[in-house]
């Protein structure tokens, strides 16, 4: 069964600095990965998709990579603000059309 | 905004009673999918309907079950609720040719 883990579950920054975002997966069988955006008490906004034979995908300030043989993705956000303060999710598809979320990351942004 | 719209917001039950909940999504999205999220998790795969039939299934028991309809509206039915069925319940369709999945803003079901 595929597993998805998000690390770290937590994370504060000031305001203007770039970071990073860890996802990692099981099962190397998949068809896409998807980075979402929750909001408390919402529900979920999709930032960017990267199909299986992808390596990364670029919008705005987000850029997103895929590793799929070791298993990882990575959320890189540029310039942060806080505005992006939100719970941070990556999903994996593969077989029987299942979807699998990591539990998330919750990223403060301080002004 | 997604155009996908849930409904009821917010549900209250008590345990063994049974809830339908609603999804409408847009037009042209033949790919519907529910999930479960309880608090603190990420959400949880139940199922995936295509053009009215169930198309991928999560490791959930037989009492969740649910319909897709022509008009691109779809329900999540559950029987004999427990309270560990508490959660967000999201829904999220997919345009045809497109893996990207857009969500609403769920229905939060308690179970007392």
């Known amino acids: 069964k595929q597993e998805v883990t998000q690390i770290p579950a937590a994370l504060s920054v000031p305001e203007g600095e770039n970071l990073v975002l860890n996802c990692s997966f099981t099962?190397?069988?998949?068809?896409?990965l998807q980075w979402f955006r929750q909001d408390p008490g919402k529900g979920l906004t999709s930032l960017l998709l990267i199909q299986s034979s992808q390596r990364e995908q670029t919008s705005g300030r987000l850029n997103a990579s895929l590793d799929k043989s070791s298993g990882r993705s990575t959320l890189y956000i540029a310039a942060s603000q806080p505005g992006d303060s939100a719970t941070y999710l990556c999903a994996v598809s593969g077989t029987g059309n299942q979807f699998y979320f990591g539990t998330g990351t919750s990223l403060t942004v301080i002004p | 905004e997604t155009g996908v719209t849930q409904s009821p917001t917010h549900l209250i039950k008590t345990r063994g009673q049974q809830v339908t909940l609603r999804c409408s999504s847009q037009s042209g999205h033949n790919t519907v999918s529910w999930y479960q999220q309880a608090l603190g998790q990420g959400p949880q795969f139940i199922f995936q309907?295509?053009?009215?039939?169930?198309?991928g299934r999560g490791n959930f028991p037989p009492r969740f079950s649910g319909l897709q309809f022509p008009n691109y509206s779809s329900e999540l039915n559950v029987n004999a609720l427990e309270l560990d069925d508490s959660a967000l319940y999201l829904c999220?369709?997919?345009?045809?040719?497109?893996?990207?999945?857009?969500f609403g803003a769920g229905t939060r079901l308690s179970v007392l």
């Open positions: 999220a369709s997919s345009p045809r040719d497109s893996d990207i999945q857009y």
């Open positions: 309907y295509y053009r009215e039939e169930e198309n």
């Open positions: 099962d190397s069988a998949i068809y896409n």
